[in-house]
């Protein structure tokens, strides 16, 4: 064999996946829609067990929660998150062709401006101006073109009319939060637990590119892990002498680069300072890899501070070398508390959980009991409001009953009434806890772009007997076929035979793809192509002395195996055992 070649271009990735059914534009017969992708037998195969892998490392082996929630969610949800407000990106109309673009990527694309996403619409407008950019689609010199704040969101009402707007989930998170206090009961109120979920989310991208890498229906993998601030730590000791190819704040703001650190030294050095971010840092750079992504070609880079969001004390992207670039494929950020929070203050239930102590307390604790005989007269309508503020005043401001007189304000106005009447007093009383609203964990994975850099990642190109060849180099349990079947010719009873063992291989639990177009060598090619791991050939040695060559995919290694001892060898094969000693 001669020497391997590794990784392919945009080009090349796009030829192979429409050729191959891996993923191509969707409903082209139409003329399509930019940002939509089908995947097709070989893509959704692919899809369906890198999602499999990511269940099995992030729910199931951590312990956590799987729910489903709604695609279609109401407007209050998204009130009170700060979607509606604040889920933009920034927008520039080309004044002749009326094409829209994505102002930060025009910076981006025609500057040496990497992150121009945290500049803000007016600086971006500057150096659209300073730096003479064009549009891209017509020429024409975008200068002084208002640069405006776009919200992502696809709206829709729910039921007749438009009484009750709605939006498509832009993530899954929020479906995780708002459910909150039910999950809480599930998990016995106990902290720490974690909730996952994968699914549909949808963007309304003002200019989708690069392939499954910015489309605006995608599918995401998240984790919601709730954490008590002042006790939970995770288990740290598990990935402690983990290395992590780390891109930091620091080292981005000066002349730094990659560093390799353990998860220990990590933590000891203070780039990382959550344990939590860390430990999940640990845990995916070794679930990417045995998915296939390539060490060399990865890194966590840290958000810069001006790039933080609103509700994260710290964030790290998981990133991937691409044709040249460094693309996001992964998100891990400490949320804190304020998606809680903010359900909490919005909505009707509490977003909390009980924190019992070891031992009860006794403390003193303000409070009052207002004369309800001389408010009803003395404020009519507004008594219970007036009731309900001077219990939270006493919550809040106990020396405001200092006097002989205390004063409300409801509504922008004030009201004044002797102290006396308010049943103010400081009483002992005993507790045993106290609410506690956690703060979240949240490492985010966008499922096509992990797939889109798995398969960039494990394109190879080599020539066998003399003839090139191309191949994906997939872990055995995420190619999307196990195992090819071929008869050697389809005739004098082969093809039956192979169908046999075939139909045997899918009841023993393998995916097979069964072949018998074209020579024996143009199957191979094929299979390699979509990265199946091995190939059973049957011949007329196989209806003489019961045996099959079996065929590994990266080396093209051939032995005999005996039909009656396949199923539990390739079994062995897919478990890691080598097919030659």
Not at 270 to 283: D, H, P, R, T
Request: with cysteine; proline share 6%.
């Amino acid at each position: 064999m001669a020497d391997v070649t590794t990784g392919a271009d945009a080009d090349t990735l796009a030829e192979l996946a429409k050729r191959r059914g891996f993923f191509f534009p969707a409903n082209e017969a139409y003329g399509g829609a930019s940002g939509f992708y089908t995947y097709g037998p070989e893509g959704a195969a692919l899809k369906r067990n890198l999602e499999a892998s990511w269940r099995e490392r992030f729910v199931t082996r951590e312990d956590n929660m799987e729910i489903s929630s709604p695609t279609v969610t109401p407007e209050p949800v998204f009130e009170a998150s700060g979607h509606l407000d604040g889920f933009d990106d920034m927008i520039l109309e080309c004044p002749e062709c009326a094409t829209s673009h994505r102002a930060d990527h025009l910076v981006e694309d025609n500057t040496d401006i990497e992150e121009a996403e945290s500049l803000g619409t007016e600086r971006i407008a500057e150096l659209i101006a300073d730096h003479g950019i064009a549009c891209p689609s017509c020429g024409t010199e975008l200068a002084d073109e208002p640069v405006e704040a776009f919200n992502l969101m696809f709206e829709t009402t729910i039921g007749p009319g438009s009484s009750s707007p709605g939006y498509l989930r832009p993530e899954t998170a929020q479906g995780i939060f708002v459910e909150f206090p039910r999950l809480a009961e599930y998990a016995r109120n106990q902290l720490p637990f974690g909730v996952a979920q994968i699914g549909h989310g949808y963007r309304n991208e003002i200019s989708p590119r690069r392939s499954l890498i910015r489309v605006r229906e995608f599918t995401m993998a998240e984790l919601e892990q709730f954490v008590d601030p002042e006790s939970d730590e995770p288990p740290i000791e598990r990935v402690e002498d983990v290395t992590l190819p780390l891109y930091s704040a620091t080292a981005q703001e000066g002349e730094g680069s990659i560093e390799r650190m353990t998860v220990t030294e990590v933590l000891d050095a203070g780039v990382v300072e959550s344990e939590w971010i860390a430990y999940y840092l640990a845990i995916a750079r070794e679930w990417y890899e045995a998915v296939g992504v390539d060490m060399e070609r990865f890194r966590y880079r840290q958000h810069l501070p001006d790039e933080l969001s609103h509700y994260a004390s710290d964030c790290w992207d998981a990133e991937a070398e691409l044709d040249g670039n460094w693309i996001e494929i992964t998100g891990f950020a400490d949320r804190g508390a304020y998606d809680l929070s903010k359900h909490d203050d919005h909505s009707d239930e509490a977003f909390s959980v009980f924190r019992p102590y070891d031992e009860p307390k006794t403390v003193e604790r303000p409070s009052v009991e207002p004369d309800m005989s001389y408010l009803g007269p003395e404020f009519g309508a507004d008594a219970g409001d007036v009731a309900d503020e001077l219990a939270a005043l006493a919550e809040r401001d106990p020396s405001a009953f200092d006097g002989d007189e205390v004063a409300v304000e409801l509504d922008g106005e004030q009201y004044e009434l002797p102290t006396e009447q308010t049943g103010f007093a400081v009483r002992e009383e005993t507790i045993t806890g106290e609410h506690v609203t956690p703060h979240v964990i949240e490492p985010s994975f966008g499922i096509g772009r992990v797939l889109y850099t798995v398969l960039v990642h494990s394109y190879r190109e080599d020539e066998v007997e003399g003839e090139p060849r191309s191949y994906l180099a997939l872990p055995s349990d995420l190619a999307p076929t196990f195992v090819g079947v071929f008869p050697l010719m389809d005739k004098d009873g082969l093809g039956e035979h192979a169908h046999e063992i075939a139909a045997d291989l899918r009841a023993a639990g393998f995916t097979v793809n069964y072949d018998d177009s074209g020579n024996i060598g143009r199957r191979y090619r094929r299979q390699d192509e979509v990265g199946t791991p091995y190939c059973v050939t049957v011949d007329y040695e196989s209806l003489d002395e019961g045996t099959v060559t079996v065929r590994e995919r990266d080396s093209t290694t051939q032995t005999r195996i005996a039909i009656d001892e396949l199923p539990a060898r390739l079994a062995a094969l897919r478990a890691g055992e080598s097919l030659v000693d």
